[in-house]
């Protein structure tokens, strides 16, 4: 069966800081990559998805993730983290069967200090 | 038109109670999704419908009752719910029902349950 790790549950980053939320994904083919965002109070929005090709994706609001076969991750990446970068971040996993179904990773809470 | 709208934001109601939540799409998607989502924890899926179809039940009880009218609705009926049944009931949309395509979420539905 899929499965998909975030192994840190909170990361508090500094303002102006660079960010890495880490994601593994144990499946038996390279399935379809993804990473939302979920503000407070607020559903779910895309920031990337990787499918196949280059290995190094970019997303909204100034973020990109890179995915590594050898290692099963597709961690996500941001520079320089603004304010309004505090929120729950999901990284999901689809499979390349005919199936519909995503499977979610726990989430990492992201808290930006000034 | 990339927005999924979800009535109402908040609702809070008495075990014996009967209430619906409503979802709207007008992107022209012909899959659409209710995910049940606790607090700190990823969307748990309930249901899918494609082209108006019910597809997947994931063992939901039978106190939730999701109705597809038309392409662009979606509505869970709910009664006799439980206290564990307060979370946040959020709607997804996507141009088909496949793991690939992108979920487009609604901000959800704060549901109490007393």
């Known amino acids: 069966a899929q499965s998909v790790t975030q192994p840190d549950i909170h990361i508090t980053v500094s303002e102006g800081a660079s960010l890495e939320l880490r994601c593994n994904y144990s499946?038996?083919?390279?399935?379809?990559l993804f990473w939302y965002v979920q503000s407070p109070g607020q559903g779910l929005q895309l920031l990337l998805k990787?499918?196949?090709?280059?290995?190094l994706v970019q997303g909204i609001k100034g973020f990109e993730a890179e995915f590594k076969r050898s290692q099963s991750s597709f961690n996500l990446r941001k520079p320089s983290v603004h304010w309004s970068d505090a929120a729950e971040y999901f990284c999901?996993?689809?499979?390349?069967?005919?199936?519909?179904?995503?499977?979610f990773g726990a989430g990492t809470t992201v808290t930006v200090r000034a | 038109d990339t927005e999924v709208t979800q009535t109402p934001k908040h609702l809070v109601m008495g075990m014996t109670n009967k209430k619906s939540l409503k979802c709207e799409q007008h992107?022209?998607?012909?899959?659409m999704y209710w995910y049940k989502q606790k607090a700190k924890k990823p969307p748990e899926l309930m249901f899918v419908?494609?082209?108006?179809?019910?597809?997947i039940n994931e063992s939901v009880p039978s106190r939730f009752s999701p109705e597809c009218p038309n392409s662009s609705l979606l509505n869970l009926h709910l009664h006799a719910l439980q206290p564990e049944d307060s979370a946040l009931y959020l709607c997804?949309?996507?141009?088909?029902?496949?793991?690939?395509?992108?979920?487009?979420f609604g901000p959800g539905t704060r549901l109490t349950v007393l």
């Open positions: 992107m022209g998607h012909r899959a």
């Open positions: 499946y038996g083919a390279t399935p379809y």
């Open positions: 997804a949309s996507s141009l088909g029902a496949r793991s690939y395509n992108e979920q487009f």
């Open positions: 419908y494609s082209y108006e179809k019910l597809s």
């Open positions: 999901a996993v689809g499979p390349w069967s005919n199936d519909y179904k995503l499977s």
């Open positions: 990787y499918f196949s090709g280059d290995t």
